[in-house]
């Protein structure tokens, strides 16, 4: 089990986020006040929430950069969860009641991107993983991130089917 070190927003989509420490998250929507949260064909959709671990973070210190929570812009930090092993279409639980399912890992950035030109290298698009916003709630610094169990899905053949069925 894991824990949030941080919730961070920002008003700008490509400059560092600032910890507020908590945060609504909005199914289907994202973080409250953050640039990267929307809905509709214009917003990314499937990028609704960032997660980084301060593993990772901690690698680009261990370079000699002087690098923070928010410093690569994503929205929770977390601590204590492997991030990267976990698959698109996972879930995850934060805190009491917010839902998250994985859909991408890392991104590609086409341009060197202001975060890049801020701290001289972005770890975002080998390390960040995004998701979306399946149960809204609050999210604070302190919070539990845990893996939520597999759902099992049994597909059974009309044959199957139709031995089971009982007649009364």
């Not at 908590?22 to 990028?47: K, Q, Y």
């Amino acid at each position: 089990m894991g824990e949030v070190l941080a919730v961070c927003i920002s008003k700008n989509k490509g400059m560092k986020k600032t910890n507020v420490g908590h945060c609504e998250l909005i199914p289907n929507f994202g973080l409250e006040g953050d640039a990267h949260s929307g809905r509709g064909a214009t917003s990314n959709w499937h990028r609704q929430v960032s997660l980084l671990a301060e593993e990772s973070i901690n690698k680009i210190k261990a370079l000699g950069l002087n690098v923070g929570f928010g410093d690569f812009a994503e929205n929770i930090t977390t601590r204590g969860i492997d991030l990267l092993s976990l698959k698109v279409g996972d879930r995850l639980k934060v805190g009491n009641a917010v839902e998250l399912e994985i859909t991408q890992f890392g991104k590609t950035c086409h341009e060197r991107c202001n975060i890049y030109k801020q701290v001289g290298d972005c770890i975002m698009p080998r390390e960040g993983v995004f998701a979306k916003v399946l149960v809204g709630g609050e999210v604070k610094v302190g919070d539990k991130i845990k893996e939520m169990p597999k759902l099992k899905v049994q597909i059974k053949s009309k044959t199957q089917m139709s031995k089971e069925k009982k007649v009364f």
